[in-house]
Nanobody, 126 residues
Framework: QLQFVESGGGLVKPGGSLRLSCSASSSNFDYYTIGWFRQVPGWEREGVSCISTTGGYVKYVDSVKGRFTISRDNEKNTVWLQMNGLKPEDSAVYYC???????????????????WGQGTQVTVSS
């Protein structure tokens, strides 16, 4: 079963930057569309970004457009989320997960995903 490990979170001031990493030991990494999600205690999990199997298509939730950038390297079995201009409302535990379904689909963030790791904490505070 696919299993991801998230890293790169931390405590930053508003306006700061972080680069999150999502890595897996899998010979089939390039079969999967990868999504980044975030969750705050008491809130529903929110889809943040996704990237197609080849990296040719990306999508972002409106609240992070222009600030976050997703990328992947299938030879390294890794996907990244570069987060700039961080805001307090970005604070959450960030997770990555996989599906075989297309990132381009309107309902992507509602699809069942697999490979959830323990997540990495992002805290944006003055």
């Amino acid at each position: 079963q696919l299993q991801f490990v998230e890293s790169g979170g931390g405590l930053v001031k508003p306006g700061g930057s972080l680069r999150l990493s999502c890595s897996a030991s899998s010979s089939n990494f390039d079969y999967y569309t990868i999504g980044w999600f975030r969750q705050v205690p008491g809130w529903e999990r929110e889809g943040v970004s996704c990237i197609s199997t080849t990296g040719g298509y990306v999508k972002y939730v409106d609240s992070v457009k222009g600030r976050f950038t997703i990328s992947r390297d299938n030879e390294k079995n890794t996907v990244w989320l570069q987060m700039n201009g961080l805001k307090p409302e970005d604070s959450a535990v960030y997770y990555c997960a996989a599906t075989t379904r297309p990132c381009a689909n309107a309902g992507y963030f509602h699809y069942e995903h697999t490979g959830w790791g323990q997540g990495t904490q992002v805290t944006v505070s003055s």
